[in-house]
């Protein structure tokens, strides 16, 4: 292209002698700041190019996150939802005038007792990547920005939530098997040779075992892991919508 020019200039310089060096000087120099020009546009679409790939590999690593978050969270609200309804179930029954043998299987059987620990351990790999990478500046502003920030916000709630819900929980389950509530309780669903006799006759123990306070407070407690769910699924929105808003970003940026 600067050859082109080179001779258009040459034509024009040598048409005139009188100023046939004074254009070409000028031409020289024009031909130069074309150069230049072209080359810093280049460089520029070069630049973008490698920023804009390498800040999509950052939001891609964020998305196979969330994903892996959303499938965790779910876990974790069922879980807790379900516990939920075993400690509503188990208050009932403690509650009742009579406990039958059925009674005192269904909550000694459940896959949901109070006292399971659980953690949500979220993915933050890419998140922490991008923050640390010159990419986070080009989010600056945008809807994604403001949502990754809320999102991990949240998550930091639920896991602040999830070590005191969980710290409190396991207290009352150490004064629990300390006073053998449990054990006991173990031995009467699993040792105990004729249950109907036992049950009939041993009404007062089976009430105190299951309203002993510590378990009755573990149930209590457990009941209001309702805040908890609702973080989820607060952040189970925000995980859905971000995927959403980062599949939009980069396929505008394509």
């Known amino acids: ?25 000028i031409g020289e120099i024009v031909l ?16 973008h190019k490698q920023e804009t790939k390498e800040l999509h590999n950052h939001l891609k690593n964020i998305q196979n996150n969330l994903r892996g978050d959303l499938i965790s969270m779910e876990e974790a609200r069922i879980f807790r939802d379900s ?13 009742k005038d009579e406990i039958t043998i059925d ?22 790999s890419g998140f922490e990547t991008l923050k640390n990478s010159g990419s ?24 602040e939530r999830e070590k005191s819900f969980n710290h409190n929980v396991e207290t009352l389950e150490n004064i629990a098997h300390s006073e053998n509530i449990q054990l006991r309780n173990f031995e009467i669903q699993y040792n105990t040779k004729n249950k109907e006799e ?24 457990n009941l209001g892991s309702d ?3 609702h973080y989820y699924k607060q952040s189970e929105q925000l995980a859905n919508d971000l995927i959403s808003e980062i599949d939009v970003l980069m396929g505008n940026q394509n």
């Open 227 to 229: 805040v908890i769910i």
């Open 32 to 47: 130069v700041v074309i150069g230049i020009l072209i080359a810093l546009q280049i460089n520029n679409w070069n630049t």
């Open 198 to 221: 036992y049950f009939s006759t041993h009404q007062k123990e089976l009430k105190e075992l299951l309203n002993n306070p510590s378990m009755k407070s573990i149930n209590f407690r």
């Open 83 to 95: 516990s939920r309804s075993h400690s509503q179930t188990y208050l009932r029954i403690a509650n």
């Open 136 to 159: 986070i500046g080009k989010l600056s502003g945008t809807k994604i920005e403001v949502s990754l920030n809320e999102y991990y916000y949240l998550v930091g709630k639920i896991i």
């Open 1 to 25: 292209m600067i050859g082109f020019f080179r001779k258009i200039r040459k034509k024009l310089a040598d048409d005139n002698k009188p100023l046939k060096y004074l254009r070409y000087a």
């Open 103 to 124: 009674d005192f299987s269904m909550i000694e059987n459940s896959d949901y007792k109070a006292y399971y620990d659980l953690n949500f351990e979220p993915r933050t």
